[in-house]
């Protein structure tokens, strides 16, 4: 036993050593998108790239400038938000139904909803496209609340559901012999028992839709544009200027990067709910 | 006032019956046990009671009032579930007034009633904990605390004891009983513990693959089973059943020994004698007479204040006494057992009794 000592000690460094290249090779692309942000185009261009440079915040003031920063953003917290609060509403009681009343289908409904994740957002682009446009609603905000909550209720329904899933049935049960009818038991037992989970579900729906690009470059062009919209539009007409891109590209992710900061022990709480039962 | 009745009820899972006609009458301020191994339909007869789940057929009256097809919230009954099935969110005081929250009682009169239930139980300390925070015993209380304040027509229980340890366990069930002589309310308990049931109950139920086999005093119960089922279920250790056939109304054992019971059975064909492993004892060496058999010690449980010997009877099989705690004698000795057949049970093939003690 004693022997092993030395080897498990080894082998314990080298697992962290491990995990911290992998948490370096994952963050890197933000970290150089950052410090990229702070250079001159001169410097962003360099090869080999510059590691020490003397910062500037000429881009961001160029960029503040050129584009009305404040307009894109309020549209992707419009979107993002509108669409977490729409999925959840739809999701939360369909998880409901799902996990309490099941009947003979209800697993291949779930899974049915899953596939349609598999589908290409390009295969329906054209009828969305067209629906959007007869209906008048391409540039809308309300547009892409309706898009983005679709495209992620499968996978919201899906966690909720499993939350729910992990919740003992006898709760709900004790709720209905104490008096509580359906949604006094989903308000004042079932929600607030999954809280961890339900807000870990609806902080991936609200970081997948601000990230969200596909559909807001195709359907929308200035009035409804979100900070994906304004990304792009760095980088196509101007040619390469990495400096500018990255620092729109970090005034874009920052909001999301410091709500998921903030939010990141109420995440992994969520997502290990059924393990700390 | 709070008289149950149940009236044929069926209840069956996807086609399988579960609940296959059950007819019971529980009095005001009864405390009535359901007894049966798992899967016998006992929970599920209270969980219909309860209205968690659907009636398929027959009829469930309180106080000759139908509440077979009432919603569960307007039945007046509450349960107390196995897995406590606290409101984790809550603290205590919240778990225990969230139905008079519900039910839109005025503050003072909801405090009234938790601070009675707390005292009842012992709950005054930890009112404002949460759930994780309590063991498992006092969450137990709060579960039944969470009952008390209702004031229900009804307490249901459903196998309340079965998540905590043996000391506990006996704690609880002492507690349980004293509650009801001081709450004098009709409580109906399910469990797979006898010793629960004979202890707790005034009337036991016993059930077994969706029927009710005998009601009655838990003493009934043990001196009179009405059949095989019953006298095997009540009773710890088992009680042992040995193989015999009528033989102009006395009993011929396996092993050819005659047996003279007290009265004539007037039966034929193959039949079972019962006897409780108390009603049997060691004796140096056979008499000859019919009662006493031979056979070989083949393992000796030691509980301190009574030994339970396993004896092999060749023809017969194995036998369970019940002895003394000072028991010296080791397995796999050769020894002599007495029946006492002022005691002896006898079934017919069908399991069902046709002679008592």
């Known amino acids: 036993m004693a022997r092993n000592r030395p080897t498990r000690r080894l082998a314990r460094t080298l697992r962290a050593l491990a995990s911290w290249i992998v948490a370096l090779v994952v963050f890197f692309p933000i970290l150089w998108m950052l410090l990229t942000s702070f250079k001159t185009e001169l410097d962003a261009f360099s090869m080999p790239p510059h590691f020490v440079f003397s910062p500037t915040l000429e881009n961001y003031r160029e960029i503040l400038a050129r584009a009305n920063y404040l307009h894109y953003a309020w549209n992707s917290i419009v979107t993002a938000g509108g669409a977490t609060i729409l999925g959840m509403v739809v999701a939360v009681p369909a998880a409901y139904a799902f996990a309490y009343h099941p009947t003979k289908r209800t697993k291949d409904v779930l899974l049915w909803m899953l596939s349609t994740k598999m589908l290409p957002g390009v295969g329906v682009l054209v009828p969305i496209y067209l629906i959007c446009r007869d209906l008048n609603m391409l540039d809308s905000r309300l547009a892409l609340v309706i898009i983005f909550a679709l495209i992620n209720l499968p996978i919201m329904v899906w966690m909720i559901y499993t939350y729910f899933r992990d919740i003992p049935y006898d709760i709900l049960e004790a709720a209905r012999m104490d008096g509580a009818g359906t949604w006094q038991t989903m308000f004042r037992v079932l929600i607030p028992v999954s809280r961890g989970g339900l807000a870990s579900t609806a902080l991936l729906c609200l970081i997948l839709s601000w990230n969200e690009a596909f559909w807001s470059l195709n359907l929308t062009t200035s009035s409804a544009a979100p900070l994906t919209a304004l990304v792009a539009s760095f980088s196509s007409p101007e040619g390469l200027f990495w400096a500018k891109l990255s620092a729109v590209s970090t005034l874009a992710c920052a909001p999301i990067l410091v709500l998921g900061w903030l939010s990141q022990r109420q995440l992994v709480r969520g997502l290990t709910f059924g393990a700390v039962k | ?357």
């Open chain 2, 1 to 357: 006032m709070s008289r149950l009745e149940i009236r044929s009820l069926r209840k069956s899972f996807e086609g399988t019956d579960v609940i296959k006609g059950i007819d019971l009458v529980i009095e005001d301020r009864e405390f009535c046990v359901f007894l049966g191994p798992s899967g016998c339909g006992k929970s599920t007869t209270l969980r219909l009671i309860a209205g968690l789940e659907e009636v398929d057929d027959g009829q469930i009256l309180l106080d000759k009032d139908d509440i077979t097809d009432r919603a569960v919230d307007k039945r007046d009954l509450a349960m107390v579930f196995q897995s406590y099935a606290l409101y984790p969110h809550m603290t205590v005081r919240e778990n225990m007034s969230f139905a008079l929250k519900l039910a839109h009682k005025d503050q003072r009169s909801i405090d009234e009633k938790v601070a009675r239930a707390a005292k009842i139980l012992a709950l005054e300390p930890y009112l404002d904990r949460k759930p994780s925070a309590l063991s498992g015993g006092q969450r137990q209380r709060v579960a039944i605390g969470r009952a008390i304040t209702r004031e229900p027509r009804v307490f249901l229980f459903d196998e309340p004891l079965s998540n905590l340890d043996a000391a506990l366990r006996a704690q609880t069930r002492l507690e349980i009983a004293r509650l009801h002589q001081e709450l004098n309310a009709t409580m109906i308990y399910v469990t797979h513990d006898q010793v629960e049931a004979m202890t707790l109950a005034d009337r036991i139920a016993i059930f077994s693959e969706g029927r009710i086999e005998q009601v009655g005093t838990p003493l009934e119960l043990y001196r009179r089973p009405v059949n095989r089922f019953v006298a095997g279920f009540l009773g710890m250790p088992q009680m042992n059943f040995l193989a015999a056939t009528a033989v102009d109304g006395e009993l011929r054992l396996g092993n050819g020994n005659l047996l003279h019971l007290p009265t004539c059975i007037d039966a034929t064909g193959d039949l079972t004698v019962g006897v409780r492993p108390e009603h049997l004892r060691v004796c140096d060496e056979g008499d000859g007479s019919g009662e006493t058999l031979n056979g070989k010690l083949t393992v000796v449980e030691r509980l301190g204040s009574e030994t339970y010997a396993y004896v092999d009877v060749p023809q017969v099989g194995s036998i369970t006494v019940r002895a003394d705690g000072d028991f010296e004698r080791r397995a796999g000795r050769d020894i002599c057992i007495r029946l006492d057949l002022t005691h002896a049970h006898v079934f017919d093939a069908t399991g069902a009794a046709i002679h008592h003690p």
